[in-house]
Structure formats: C-alpha cells, structure tokens
C-alpha cells in the first residue's frame, strides 16, 4: 500500500529544501527573466517527462516541479511585471495556502469549521462596512474569483427581479430579461449572461465616454427604448477599474438611474475596490454604497495568491433566496444555532477556506499596511505616467489608478508598432507589458500591479521602451 504520509524523517527533510527552494524564489524573483520565449515542446516535454507506472523519487519529483515553474512561466511576482493585475503574493498569504492545504478546513457546512466561517464572515462584514453598505445588512461569499462573483451578481439580480426564476427558469418569465454594462466591462459580465442562460442577446454594452466610462445618458436612452419594446431590464453591472483601461463607471449617475427603473446595481470593483482603503483615492468610489452588489478581487491589489474573489452585498436574503437547496445528507449539529452554511449561500459546494490569505496578510499589516501600499502602487503610478510625458509618449486612458495605455503618437496609424515594441520589451527578460486597443489605437498598456515595484524598476521600464522605439 502506498503511504500517503511518507515517514517523519522524510517529511522534515522535503519541508526544509521546499522552504529553502521557496525563499530563494521569492527573495530573487527580480533576477529572473520576467517573460522567457514560449516554448510548448519544451513545456510539454517538461510536464510529460516522467510516466507514472514507477513512483519518482519525492525530492527528484519536487524539484522537477519548481524547475518547471521556474522556466516556463511569466513570472508575475516579477517587480518588472506591469500585467493583469496579477499581484507578487504577500508572504502571509503565501503562508496562509499552506495551511489551508494541511489543514484542509472543508467550508461547506458552518459546523464542520466554526472558526474558518466567522474568519470570511467578519471580513465580509468588515469590507462591506468600508465600502458603506449598513452593518446590519451585510452579506456575502468568497469565490473563486472575479467571475464567479459577477455570475453571482447576475444570478442574484435575476432572483430579486423575477421571484419566480429559481422554479420556472427563464422560459418561465415572458419576458426577455436585459442587463446593462460599458463596453469597457470584463467579459465575464457578457460570460455570466450566457451562463445564466440568459444569451448574448440580454447584454447591452452601453458606449464609453472620452475617458473610457460608461456614458449614463446614453444608459439612460437604451433603457428607456428596452421598457417601450416589452423587454424586462433588471441589471446595471457598473465597473470600477476596468481591466484594461481602469475607467471607473460615474456611479452616482448610474446609481440614480437604477433607482429610477427599480434595476439591480451591481458594482465590478475586482481591482479597483482597493481604492477605498487608501483616504486619497477612496472618493473616487463614491457612489458604490448605493449599489446591491460589489465584485471584489483580494487576489489582486490586495496581493494575496490566486484565487480569492468576494462577492458582497446589501440584500441580507439575496443569496440564500438564490442558492438555498435542502439537502439531507448535510450536518446539521448547528441547526438550531444562527448561523449560516455556505453551502446555501452560494454556487460552489465544497468550500476552501479562501479568506485565510487575505485575514493572515491583514493580520500582518493592517489596514495601515494596505493603504500604505495602495498609495506606494499609486504614486508609482503616477511617476510612470510622468516619464512617459516626459519622453513624449502620448497617454491614451484616463484614470487615477496605476495604468497606462500610451503609444508613439507618431506611429498611431501603424496598426503593428505596439505589438513590435512589446516584444522587444518581453525579450529583454525585464519586464512584461501587454497591448490593449483603445478605439482604433494600439496602445503599450502598463499597470503598478506589484507592490515592491520601486522607481529603479519603473526608470528600468522607460529605458527598455525608449531603446525598444530607438531600434
Ligand atoms: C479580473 C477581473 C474580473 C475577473 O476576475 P477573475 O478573478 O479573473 O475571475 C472581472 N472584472 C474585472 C473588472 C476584473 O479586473
């Protein structure tokens, strides 16, 4: 039989070189290259290297693994990686998996994991307070991600707006049912709508103003001409921090919009929720109490390890109205306690205890840590925004948060000059940077996603474009 455990000696010896191994990772992550060349034999020929018809050698295995890591990967924990928002994960949080992974807290039922439950409870509790919705109506779940979050929002929406879609499904409503975004919102908004089975067709991606955000008279309009036609509109999911532009929605006018046609108003605040924990930036969210729902990504600005999504919501009643199944087979020692099971709450059963990076990296720092961070990753921001002026790169985005569109603006017409530039960039093994269209322009994107991005890094990252565009 195999052992699963392995022998004590064994296991402190594999504990002591994967900690060394890890350390070296993440005290030299700068002195690797940020992007290497894509290379799918080689991968490929990495993952399939050993069959499994003989047991490897468990340290060989381990470290087959992290060379595999190291090689063939973007390195997003990378000071030189100006991404996706992918973060450098904190050292708590890193911490945090590996206890999850021991421990193995099993999520779905409250009292299976008493301590678990109340840890993601009073975090939703206590960024649902910071994003101003009232204590006492607070609720909400981790998910998986951004994504899950929206599906939640839309299923949500979906259930306040027709009570009767948990049992007669849409085919039951007699009515299209309609909701709205920018044309600036992830796509995981448009993902949600056909997931629901709602289709393609339910989603209005509303035009954006100059500055890449949703134009409200324009919301206004379409929904207006959607009621005439006999459609149902029962969703606005604004975005704040688009993922490529990182436009923030004018939620005040849309928050009144959708007060005015009784819509759903959900708030896609995956990156740029962090704004609130930081006083400079926090008005720039105004507005964002007055929605239903709120996306939030903690495995992005707030930098803990993949994935850790939060959907929060002002609707006490909402997820259960929308998730809710009896199933007799589950523990019901807290039964008669008031408590909540996630497993009623919420489209993932079993549950991993996804909250524990971010209440380890808080507990480690604080709010004070985070709003420090935040405006480090700003002022970043700012000064890469600063040089690229300086050096007479045009910006093509409009935002306070820490992203730049910007291209040559004289070779705005040339449809490949970004693509050309960003390549120079990604092989110089320094930094990874990306291309995003905005209008009919190409622009190099650029986001401070790393918090231990210092201004050597960023002066670095103008040195690599000005010989990328000398070349
Ligand atoms: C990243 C992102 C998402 C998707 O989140 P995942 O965690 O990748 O599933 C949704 N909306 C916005 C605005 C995002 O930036």
Same mark, same amino acid.
């Given at each position: ?43 490929? %020929? ?54 999850? %992974? ?5 999520? %779905? ?69 309609? /909701? ?26 509303i035009p954006v103003d100059d500055s890449q955000r949703l134009n409200a008279r324009l919301l206004s309009t379409q929904i207006e001409s959607d009621l005439q036609q006999g459609l149902s509109p029962f969703l606005i999911a604004a975005t704040a921090g688009a993922t490529g532009v990182g436009a923030i929605d004018p939620l005040p006018d849309i928050a009144a919009i959708a007060l005015k046609h009784n819509l759903w108003l959900h708030v896609d605040a995956a990156y740029g929720g962090a704004a609130i924990l930081y006083p400079e930036m926090k008005p720039l969210l105004a507005g964002i109490e007055r929605s239903h729902s709120i996306t939030f990504d903690a495995h992005k600005w707030l930098s803990v390890p993949m994935g850790a999504g939060m959907f ?82 045009? /910006? ?7 992203? %730049? ?67």
């Amino acid at each position: 039989m195999a052992h699963f455990d392995l022998e004590a000696a064994e296991r402190a010896a594999l504990w002591q070189y994967l900690t060394r191994e890890l350390e070296q990772y993440y005290a030299n992550t700068s002195t690797l290259p940020a992007a290497p060349a894509l290379d799918k034999t080689g991968a490929a %020929a990495m993952a399939e290297k050993y069959s499994f018809d003989q047991p490897a050698p468990p340290r060989e295995a381990v470290a087959h693994v992290i060379e595999g890591l190291s090689r063939y990967a973007v390195h997003t924990p990378h000071p030189g990686y100006y991404g996706l928002f992918n973060p450098r994960p904190t050292f708590p949080g890193i911490l945090a998996d590996t206890l999850v %992974a021991a421990f193995n807290p099993q999520m %779905a039922a409250w009292s299976h994991n008493p301590f678990a439950n109340e840890v993601e409870s009073y975090l939703i509790r206590e960024f649902g307070q910071r994003f101003g919705y009232p204590e006492n109506s607070i609720d909400g779940v981790f998910a998986s991600g951004g994504t899950e979050a929206n599906l939640t929002a839309v299923l949500c929406a979906l259930n306040r707006h027709f009570p009767d879609y948990a049992n007669v499904g849409l085919q039951g409503l007699g009515k299209q049912p309609v /909701l709205y975004c920018s044309a600036e919102a992830h796509h995981s908004i448009i993902r949600s709508a056909r997931v629901a089975g709602l289709g393609l067709k339910a989603v209005r991606a509303i035009p954006v103003d100059d500055s890449q955000r949703l134009n409200a008279r324009l919301l206004s309009t379409q929904i207006e001409s959607d009621l005439q036609q006999g459609l149902s509109p029962f969703l606005i999911a604004a975005t704040a921090g688009a993922t490529g532009v990182g436009a923030i929605d004018p939620l005040p006018d849309i928050a009144a919009i959708a007060l005015k046609h009784n819509l759903w108003l959900h708030v896609d605040a995956a990156y740029g929720g962090a704004a609130i924990l930081y006083p400079e930036m926090k008005p720039l969210l105004a507005g964002i109490e007055r929605s239903h729902s709120i996306t939030f990504d903690a495995h992005k600005w707030l930098s803990v390890p993949m994935g850790a999504g939060m959907f929060i919501t002002r609707e006490k009643d909402i997820l259960s109205q929308s998730f809710r199944i009896t199933a007799d087979y589950m523990p019901k020692e807290a039964s008669t306690m008031a408590v909540t099971d996630p497993f009623t709450h919420s489209i993932q059963w079993s549950r991993r205890f996804i909250g524990l990076k971010l209440y380890l990296s808080l507990l480690f720092f604080g709010w004070e840590g985070y709003a420090q961070t935040v405006r480090h990753q700003t002022q970043m921001g700012r000064l890469l925004k600063k040089l690229l002026r300086d050096n007479g790169w045009k /910006l093509y985005n409009d935002t306070e948060l820490p992203i %730049a569109c910007f291209m040559d603006p004289a070779f705005e017409q040339d449809e490949h000059y970004a693509q050309r530039l960003c390549e120079k960039v990604l092989q110089s093994g320094r930094a990874w940077i990306s291309v995003y269209r905005i209008g009919k322009v190409n622009t190099l994107r650029a986001c401070i996603t790393n918090y231990a991005t210092e201004e050597k890094d960023v002066r670095e990252l103008l040195g690599l474009l000005e010989e990328a565009r000398s070349r």
